[in-house]
């Protein structure tokens, strides 16, 4: 389950599980064309982060673009 809050440092997001990554690209999937999503991918692959959050983006990047 995706868990957002804010705190005194700005956002903080926990863990997610790869069920919740495929939800939330089926559903950019859905609203978002083709060329907009390999922007979205591209710009996400750019964000720096720990092992554990590029993991995660690179698991929901790979789920954006899979046919």
Known sequence: MLTCYRG????????TDDDT?????K???RHVDRKKL???VD???D???NKSFRDRVEILAYE???T
């Open 47 to 49: 964000v720096p982060g």
């Open 64 to 66: 954006l673009l899979k």
């Open 8 to 15: 005194k440092e700005g956002f903080a997001m926990a863990a």
């Open 38 to 40: 390999q922007q979205i």
């Open 21 to 25: 990554m495929r939800e939330i690209a």
């Open 27 to 29: 559903a950019l999937r």
């Open 43 to 45: 710009e996400l692959l």
